[in-house]
């Protein structure tokens, strides 16, 4: 999992790129809107994890405390 800051870097950017993509290309649109769907979600759980304490291990999402 990413840390938090880098994981807002990214939902920027890829906000961004939906902002830029063209409304008449239907499949890069939603290519591009998963994305930061994607990215919204894994904002959302770094944020959670920030606030209990908790730290996701990668290898295989094991949620262990720090306290």
Do not use: F, Q
Not at 8 to 19: N, Q, S, Y
């Amino acid at each position: 999992m990413l840390n938090h800051g880098r994981v807002i870097l990214r939902l920027e950017k890829a906000r961004r790129e939906l902002l830029a993509t063209d409304p008449g290309d239907k499949e890069k649109l939603l290519a591009v809107s998963r994305k930061v769907d994607k990215l919204i979600v894994e904002y959302h759980r770094t944020k959670h994890d920030l606030r209990t304490g908790r730290l996701r291990l990668e290898d295989n999402c094991t949620c262990i405390s720090l306290v």
